[in-house]
Protein backbone atom coordinates (compact mmCIF):
# COMPACT_ATOMS: atom_id res chain seq x y z
CA UNK A 1 0.00 0.00 0.00
CA UNK A 2 1.02 3.43 -0.38
CA UNK A 3 2.27 5.76 2.36
CA UNK A 4 3.13 9.45 2.59
CA UNK A 5 5.81 10.66 5.21
CA UNK A 6 6.30 14.49 6.24
CA UNK A 7 9.01 15.52 8.71
CA UNK A 8 9.47 16.80 11.29
CA UNK A 9 6.00 17.29 12.91
CA UNK A 10 6.66 21.14 14.29
CA UNK A 11 9.45 23.84 13.21
CA UNK A 12 10.01 26.89 15.20
CA UNK A 13 12.63 28.09 13.17
CA UNK A 14 13.87 32.16 13.99
CA UNK A 15 13.41 34.89 11.09
CA UNK A 16 15.98 34.98 8.48
CA UNK A 17 17.16 31.02 9.05
CA UNK A 18 16.63 28.32 5.80
CA UNK A 19 13.96 25.93 5.84
CA UNK A 20 13.64 22.46 4.55
CA UNK A 21 10.54 20.32 5.04
CA UNK A 22 10.89 16.99 3.28
CA UNK A 23 8.25 14.71 1.87
CA UNK A 24 8.09 11.17 0.91
CA UNK A 25 6.06 8.77 -0.80
CA UNK A 26 6.25 4.62 -0.68
CA UNK A 27 4.41 2.09 -3.11
CA UNK A 28 3.69 3.90 -5.89
CA UNK A 29 6.14 5.30 -8.89
CA UNK A 30 5.75 8.99 -10.76
CA UNK A 31 2.81 10.49 -8.32
CA UNK A 32 2.10 13.72 -8.76
CA UNK A 33 3.02 16.10 -5.24
CA UNK A 34 1.64 18.72 -3.76
CA UNK A 35 2.44 21.49 -1.41
CA UNK A 36 -0.12 23.19 0.41
CA UNK A 37 0.16 25.81 3.34
CA UNK A 38 -2.44 26.11 5.73
CA UNK A 39 -2.72 29.45 7.56
CA UNK A 40 -5.29 29.72 10.74
CA UNK A 41 -6.01 26.30 10.81
CA UNK A 42 -8.53 27.66 7.52
CA UNK A 43 -8.01 27.56 4.02
CA UNK A 44 -5.66 25.94 2.09
CA UNK A 45 -3.59 27.20 -0.69
CA UNK A 46 -1.82 25.68 -3.06
CA UNK A 47 2.16 26.58 -3.46
CA UNK A 48 3.73 23.89 -5.41
CA UNK A 49 3.06 20.75 -7.16
CA UNK A 50 4.84 18.41 -9.34
CA UNK A 51 4.12 15.94 -11.85
CA UNK A 52 7.72 14.32 -12.47
CA UNK A 53 11.42 14.68 -11.89
CA UNK A 54 12.48 18.13 -12.13
CA UNK A 55 9.24 19.25 -12.44
CA UNK A 56 8.06 22.03 -10.11
CA UNK A 57 5.42 24.59 -11.33
CA UNK A 58 4.61 27.33 -8.75
CA UNK A 59 1.32 28.88 -8.11
CA UNK A 60 1.89 32.01 -5.53
CA UNK A 61 5.46 33.88 -6.29
CA UNK A 62 6.67 34.14 -2.20
CA UNK A 63 9.78 33.44 -0.37
CA UNK A 64 9.66 29.44 -1.01
CA UNK A 65 10.93 27.12 -3.61
CA UNK A 66 10.08 23.55 -3.64
CA UNK A 67 12.49 20.64 -5.72
CA UNK A 68 11.78 17.11 -6.30
CA UNK A 69 15.04 15.61 -6.81
CA UNK A 70 13.92 12.22 -6.66
CA UNK A 71 10.74 10.61 -8.01
CA UNK A 72 9.12 10.32 -4.42
CA UNK A 73 10.86 12.53 -2.46
CA UNK A 74 9.38 16.46 -2.75
CA UNK A 75 11.08 18.88 -0.42
CA UNK A 76 10.29 22.66 0.23
CA UNK A 77 12.52 25.13 1.08
CA UNK A 78 13.17 28.62 2.21
CA UNK A 79 16.84 31.08 2.27
CA UNK A 80 15.23 33.31 4.79
CA UNK A 81 12.21 32.85 6.51
CA UNK A 82 9.58 35.53 7.39
CA UNK A 83 7.44 36.33 9.90
CA UNK A 84 4.60 35.77 7.41
CA UNK A 85 5.99 32.06 6.55
CA UNK A 86 4.48 30.62 10.08
CA UNK A 87 1.53 28.30 9.39
CA UNK A 88 0.81 24.71 8.94
CA UNK A 89 2.34 22.43 5.70
CA UNK A 90 1.28 19.96 4.08
CA UNK A 91 2.03 17.79 1.51
CA UNK A 92 0.28 15.28 -0.50
CA UNK A 93 0.31 13.27 -3.72
CA UNK A 94 -1.89 11.70 -6.48
CA UNK A 95 -1.43 9.28 -9.01
CA UNK A 96 -0.20 10.79 -12.48
CA UNK A 97 -3.57 9.21 -14.13
CA UNK A 98 -7.20 8.95 -13.10
CA UNK A 99 -9.17 10.95 -11.35
CA UNK A 100 -8.33 10.19 -7.97
CA UNK A 101 -7.75 12.27 -4.92
CA UNK A 102 -4.84 13.28 -2.33
CA UNK A 103 -3.43 12.01 0.28
CA UNK A 104 -2.03 13.93 2.82
CA UNK A 105 0.61 13.97 4.44
CA UNK A 106 0.10 14.24 8.57
CA UNK A 107 2.01 18.26 8.30
CA UNK A 108 4.11 20.37 9.96
CA UNK A 109 3.57 22.92 11.90
CA UNK A 110 6.11 26.07 11.58
CA UNK A 111 6.42 28.74 13.80
CA UNK A 112 8.71 31.41 12.57
CA UNK A 113 9.91 33.46 15.31
CA UNK B 1 -11.25 28.43 -13.68
CA UNK B 2 -12.53 26.12 -11.13
CA UNK B 3 -14.05 26.88 -8.04
CA UNK B 4 -15.41 25.58 -4.78
CA UNK B 5 -17.37 27.84 -2.11
CA UNK B 6 -18.18 26.57 1.42
CA UNK B 7 -20.61 29.83 2.25
CA UNK B 8 -20.82 28.18 6.06
CA UNK B 9 -17.85 29.13 8.55
CA UNK B 10 -19.22 27.05 11.40
CA UNK B 11 -22.47 24.55 11.22
CA UNK B 12 -23.48 23.60 15.03
CA UNK B 13 -25.96 20.39 15.55
CA UNK B 14 -26.92 18.34 18.14
CA UNK B 15 -25.73 14.88 18.38
CA UNK B 16 -28.23 12.31 16.64
CA UNK B 17 -29.83 14.97 14.60
CA UNK B 18 -28.89 15.38 10.55
CA UNK B 19 -26.15 17.55 9.44
CA UNK B 20 -25.36 19.36 6.29
CA UNK B 21 -22.46 21.00 5.16
CA UNK B 22 -23.08 22.98 1.89
CA UNK B 23 -20.36 23.76 -0.95
CA UNK B 24 -21.32 24.92 -4.27
CA UNK B 25 -18.86 24.71 -7.67
CA UNK B 26 -18.20 26.41 -10.65
CA UNK B 27 -16.50 24.51 -13.09
CA UNK B 28 -15.95 24.24 -17.10
CA UNK B 29 -16.94 20.94 -18.00
CA UNK B 30 -17.26 18.03 -15.76
CA UNK B 31 -16.99 18.49 -12.43
CA UNK B 32 -14.87 16.14 -10.17
CA UNK B 33 -15.64 16.64 -6.70
CA UNK B 34 -14.60 15.78 -3.60
CA UNK B 35 -15.14 16.04 0.46
CA UNK B 36 -12.20 16.01 3.01
CA UNK B 37 -12.02 15.79 6.87
CA UNK B 38 -9.27 17.41 8.77
CA UNK B 39 -8.88 16.72 12.69
CA UNK B 40 -7.03 19.67 14.44
CA UNK B 41 -3.46 19.31 13.73
CA UNK B 42 -3.47 16.79 11.11
CA UNK B 43 -3.59 16.52 7.37
CA UNK B 44 -6.67 16.12 5.36
CA UNK B 45 -8.63 12.84 5.22
CA UNK B 46 -10.52 12.09 1.71
CA UNK B 47 -14.33 11.13 2.72
CA UNK B 48 -16.24 10.82 -0.84
CA UNK B 49 -16.05 11.90 -4.42
CA UNK B 50 -18.11 12.43 -7.28
CA UNK B 51 -17.04 11.74 -10.69
CA UNK B 52 -19.96 10.24 -12.47
CA UNK B 53 -23.10 8.21 -11.81
CA UNK B 54 -25.18 8.39 -9.32
CA UNK B 55 -26.01 11.37 -7.68
CA UNK B 56 -25.75 10.18 -4.18
CA UNK B 57 -22.28 9.76 -3.18
CA UNK B 58 -21.88 7.34 -0.06
CA UNK B 59 -18.26 7.58 1.96
CA UNK B 60 -16.33 6.94 5.26
CA UNK B 61 -17.90 7.32 8.20
CA UNK B 62 -21.57 7.29 7.06
CA UNK B 63 -20.78 10.33 4.98
CA UNK B 64 -22.95 10.90 2.03
CA UNK B 65 -22.95 13.44 -0.41
CA UNK B 66 -25.68 14.43 -2.80
CA UNK B 67 -24.55 16.02 -6.28
CA UNK B 68 -26.85 18.51 -8.05
CA UNK B 69 -26.00 19.82 -11.51
CA UNK B 70 -28.85 22.50 -11.58
CA UNK B 71 -27.98 23.60 -7.94
CA UNK B 72 -24.60 23.46 -9.12
CA UNK B 73 -24.01 21.93 -5.17
CA UNK B 74 -22.31 19.32 -3.32
CA UNK B 75 -23.69 19.28 -0.08
CA UNK B 76 -22.08 16.63 2.55
CA UNK B 77 -24.66 14.94 4.35
CA UNK B 78 -25.03 12.39 7.20
CA UNK B 79 -28.48 11.18 9.07
CA UNK B 80 -27.32 11.03 12.14
CA UNK B 81 -24.18 13.30 13.90
CA UNK B 82 -21.69 12.27 16.15
CA UNK B 83 -19.72 14.63 18.49
CA UNK B 84 -16.78 12.46 17.03
CA UNK B 85 -17.28 14.35 13.56
CA UNK B 86 -16.53 17.34 14.65
CA UNK B 87 -13.97 18.75 12.57
CA UNK B 88 -12.80 20.97 9.67
CA UNK B 89 -14.51 19.96 6.21
CA UNK B 90 -13.28 21.04 3.14
CA UNK B 91 -14.99 20.93 -0.29
CA UNK B 92 -12.34 20.37 -3.46
CA UNK B 93 -12.94 20.35 -7.37
CA UNK B 94 -10.48 18.65 -9.59
CA UNK B 95 -9.45 21.45 -12.31
CA UNK B 96 -9.53 19.28 -15.88
CA UNK B 97 -6.02 18.99 -16.61
CA UNK B 98 -6.22 16.67 -13.19
CA UNK B 99 -2.82 17.96 -11.52
CA UNK B 100 -4.40 20.70 -9.33
CA UNK B 101 -7.17 20.33 -6.61
CA UNK B 102 -9.18 23.66 -5.34
CA UNK B 103 -10.18 24.05 -1.74
CA UNK B 104 -12.95 25.55 -0.42
CA UNK B 105 -12.71 27.58 2.51
CA UNK B 106 -13.34 24.79 5.25
CA UNK B 107 -16.61 24.98 7.44
CA UNK B 108 -16.14 23.59 10.75
CA UNK B 109 -18.73 21.65 12.07
CA UNK B 110 -19.11 21.15 15.86
CA UNK B 111 -21.56 18.35 17.35
CA UNK B 112 -22.67 19.30 20.97
CA UNK B 113 -23.57 16.20 22.68
Known amino acids: SQTIHQWPATLVQPVGSPLSLECTVE??????LYWYRQAAGRGLQLLFYSVGIGQISSEVPQNLSASRPQDRQFILSSKKLLLSDSGFYLCAWSPGQGLYGYTFGSGTRLTVV | AQSVAQPEDQVNVAEGNPLTVKCTYS??????LFWYVQYPNRGLQFLLKYITGDNLVKGSYGFEAEFNKSQTSFHLKKPSALVSDSALYFCAVRDNNFNKFYFGSGTKLNVKP
Open chain 1, 27 to 32: GTSNPN
Open chain 2, 27 to 32: VSGNPY
